[in-house]
């Protein structure tokens, strides 16, 4: 299958292809309420899997909620293969407002609430987001949070901890606690602040999960990204995502959609190989950031 041909890597103790799935965009405007088509939210899903998508993420506070109870709707009983990671440590406000929740007991329910969502007695991985800053990683001690994590997982409710909108210094400061398995960072063709950090996490293993792909709610606008797609007759996100693929074996790729079509152009990605000459063109685009 297309999938095949970017390879895989390891998810704790899994291995994952490197092309999979967000679900975010399965909830409603702005991440918040049921999605306007419930239907056509199950049949991406189910898409996916169908085309051997084997890693999806989610978060219970998506909806709340309802992504989670859509993917056990369109899923559960879930294929052996299939990697489930989710987020902890915000809750959604009246008004759709994203707020911290990284308490000891705030984190404890968020996980009961993935398992029950979910339809699962252990979550596969479950990432703690930090808060400190909710635009970006800024320094801050994570370590009372991640402890949380690790006591949950002793009790058999999560298999692997991974980490979301951290420094670099934050995850050698929670490797100390636990294994890490995972870092989920926005990082993108214009954004490569954490250049160094996934060079090393590919030397040690651990999988780096880039957010935002094409900028996410403020897209990317770059000539230069349009021009490349355009001679190579492919979208711009399609190249975004191969320029992704090509930057670090550890990568791992989950864009998001609520179109089957989308869905396929996404996956297609896997199928396309930036030549040298058009990864030059769209490394420039990070400028500074890539030196």
Request: with cysteine; aromatic share 4%; proline share 6%.
């Amino acid at each position: 299958m297309p999938l095949d041909t970017v390879g895989t890597f390891t998810l704790g103790n899994r291995t994952v292809k490197r092309l999979g799935y967000g679900a975010m965009q399965l909830a409603g405007p702005g991440v918040f309420g049921p999605p306007k088509d419930r239907a056509a939210a199950i049949a991406v899903l189910r898409e996916a899997v169908a085309a051997g998508v084997d890693h999806i993420d989610t978060s219970d506070f998506y909806g709340p909620h309802v992504t989670n109870q859509i993917i056990r709707e369109a899923l559960h009983p879930y294929p052996d293969n299939l990697t489930i990671v989710t987020k902890v440590s915000a809750r959604r406000g009246p008004n759709a407002e994203w707020l911290p929740a990284t308490s000891k007991e705030e984190l404890t329910a968020a996980v009961h609430d993935n398992l029950r969502n979910l339809g699962v007695d252990v979550i596969d991985v479950v990432n703690f987001r930090s808060m400190l800053d909710v635009h970006g990683p800024a320094e801050g001690s994570i370590e009372e949070q991640v402890t949380v994590l690790a006591d949950l997982q002793h009790q058999g409710l999560i298999r692997h901890i991974g980490l979301s909108n951290v420094t670099a210094k934050q995850v050698a400061d929670s490797r100390k606690i636990t294994e890490i398995v995972c870092v989920q960072n926005m990082y993108n063709v214009a954004h490569r602040q954490d250049d160094a950090l996934i060079d090393q996490l590919a030397g040690e293993g651990i999988a780096y999960v880039p957010f935002f792909p094409l900028g996410g709610f403020s897209p990317l606008q770059s000539s230069t990204l349009s021009n490349v797609a355009e001679r190579l007759g492919a979208t711009p996100m399609q190249v975004a995502l191969a320029w992704l693929l090509q930057r670090a074996p550890n990568i791992l790729l989950i864009p998001g959609t609520s179109s089957v079509t989308h869905l396929k152009e996404n996956l297609a990605a896997s199928e396309l190989t930036l030549p040298e000459d058009a990864v030059r063109e769209l490394d420039g685009i990070g400028g500074k950031q890539a030196a």
